[in-house]
């Protein structure tokens, strides 16, 4: 069965992205810092590959015409599709039916602001979705998801839900009932938005040495996180 684990990523153009850490950060490093996230995420796909005989990687990426953005980005390898749609759920739903019309039978798409989410998750999720009527989401601590996994395509779960807010995790949890679908959860993690939620981070990596090495050298490079201020 060929598998695909996608990352969804926007450009890292300063003053573009991680646009909550601007104040803290200066536009620069917060694209800096989203350039090791991105880093750090391709790190953990490619762990999870090693273990998945027909798994491929690919970066799903916005704005159209922007694949030079991502050099900096530290990756072996993977396939490059753009998004397209005009809001999350149109671009979620094309990148699936663009993976699942290439022959994927089984797709997992995650986020670039979680780099520290356990491996043990993503290998949780293929192994969840063992038929077409399975539907994976690991659900964020901000009441939207990290991570959305398909066996089959189904747009209503894409459609009418209020993006950006927190209701994403329960209208889509009540998009997968009234589609009759098998909604499969992984554990609760979270999202680094904020400068709150990159102080938690900062801590989560002094207590575990042995994860996300591209960001805990940028926050180590950046005092005023590695010392606690913010």
Not at 42 to 61: I, T
Not at 127 to 145: I, M, R, S, T
Not at 153 to 171: H, K, M, N, Q, Y
Request: proline share 5%; with cysteine.
């Amino acid at each position: 069965m060929k598998e695909a684990l996608v990352l969804m990523a926007k450009a890292p153009i300063p003053g573009e992205v991680k646009t909550r850490l601007i104040g803290p950060l200066s536009p620069d490093e917060a694209a800096e810092l989203y350039i090791n996230f991105l880093s750090d995420t391709f790190a953990l796909m490619e762990d999870v590959q090693a273990e998945r005989e027909n798994l491929s990687l690919v970066l799903s990426y916005t704005p159209d015409g922007q694949e030079e953005a991502f050099e900096a980005v530290e990756r072996q390898g993977s396939l490059m599709i753009s998004q397209h749609g005009n809001d999350l759920g149109e671009r979620l739903y094309h990148c699936f039916a663009d993976l699942f019309e290439s022959g994927f039978d089984s797709v997992i798409v995650i986020g670039g602001d979680s780099p520290t989410v356990p491996m043990d998750f993503l290998m949780d999720a293929f192994n969840l979705l063992e038929n077409p009527q399975d539907f994976v989401l690991g659900p964020a601590e901000d009441e939207g998801y990290y991570l959305i996994g398909l066996r089959s395509l189904d747009r209503r779960i894409f459609e009418d839900i209020p993006w950006g807010s927190s209701g994403v995790l329960t209208a889509t949890r009540e998009r997968a009932v009234e589609q009759g679908l098998n909604l499969r959860l992984l554990p609760v993690w979270y999202d680094v938005d904020s400068p709150q939620d990159l102080d938690r981070l900062r801590e989560e990596l002094k207590a575990n040495q042995s994860t996300a090495e591209h960001t805990r050298r940028f926050l180590k490079k950046h005092h005023e996180f590695h010392s606690g201020k913010s």
